[in-house]
T-cell receptor
Framework: DAKTTQPTSMDCAEGRAANLPCNHS???????VYWYRQIHSQGPQYIIHGLKNNETNEMASLIITEDRKSSTLILPHATLRDTAVYYCIVRVGDYGQNFVFGPGTRLSVLP | EAQVTQNPRYLITVTGKKLTVTCSQN?????MSWYRQDPGLGLRQIYY???????DKGDVPEGYKVSRKEKRNFPLILESPSPNQTSLYFC???????????????FGPGTRLTVT
């Protein structure tokens, strides 16, 4: 699976958009980009995933660059409850699901 | 409510005393998995199961056993716990999309285990 690089931490003002970057320059054509988050020590929560196209759901938007070497997770209106560690994972969407969670980005939403 | 449940949530035990952490999901998912989370090491997969009676090792299986006799349950067994198994444990399950690919994992609330 391709390696990902994320900033260690970020701050965002409440109500503003939070843009979390992820670099995955060695991504291959059949690898998906996944985002999960973990609030405090709760179980990780799935946010969104994508292959080539930008994706949007009720939680967030995922913007993948045309060369697929980087992506950005966008929380359009961050709230205090979005304070969490956000994990960007790149892997093949096959039948085995060994997700490797790296250190992630610690997002602090400030009032 | 669709969920993954784990029991117990907290457990303090002594070295060598066999224990079982239960995991159950009510979403009829075929795939289930166990992870452990340690400071500075992220989440690491212990075992996973693609279906009933089908299990396989993850990245850190030593010292653990699992079984999958029914679709909804995937217990984690520590036959002889040691202090280096002190950790936060998560169970997860996932569903297949229309193409048969697993994308979205649902995680349980976690079990904090301390082995003294």
């Amino acid at each position: 699976d391709a390696k990902t690089t994320q900033p260690t931490s970020m701050d965002c003002a409440e109500g503003r958009a939070a843009n979390l970057p992820c670099n995955h320059s060695t991504i291959s054509g059949n690898e998906y980009v996944y985002w999960y988050r973990q609030i405090h020590s709760q179980g990780p929560q799935y946010i969104i995933h994508g292959l080539k196209n930008n994706e949007t759901n009720e939680m967030a938007s995922l913007i993948i660059t045309e060369d697929r070497k980087s992506s950005t997770l966008i929380l359009p209106h961050a709230t205090l409850r979005d304070t969490a560690v956000y994990y960007c994972i790149v892997r093949v969407g096959d039948y085995g699901q060994n997700f490797v969670f790296g250190p992630g980005t610690r997002l602090s939403v400030l009032p | 409510e669709a969920q993954v449940t784990q029991n117990p949530r907290y457990l303090i035990t002594v070295t060598g005393k066999k224990l079982t952490v239960t995991c159950s999901q009510n979403m009829n998912h075929e795939y289930m998995s166990w992870y452990r989370q340690d400071p500075g090491l992220g989440l690491r997969q212990i075992y996973y199961s693609m279906n009933v009676e089908v299990t396989d090792k993850g990245d850190v299986p030593e010292g653990y056993k699992v079984s999958r006799k029914e679709k909804r349950n995937f217990p984690l067994i520590l036959e002889s716990p040691s202090p280096n198994q002190t950790s936060l444990y998560f169970c997860a399950s996932s569903r297949k999309d229309f193409a048969g690919v697993h994308h979205e994992q649902y995680f349980g609330p976690g079990t904090r285990l301390t082995v003294t």
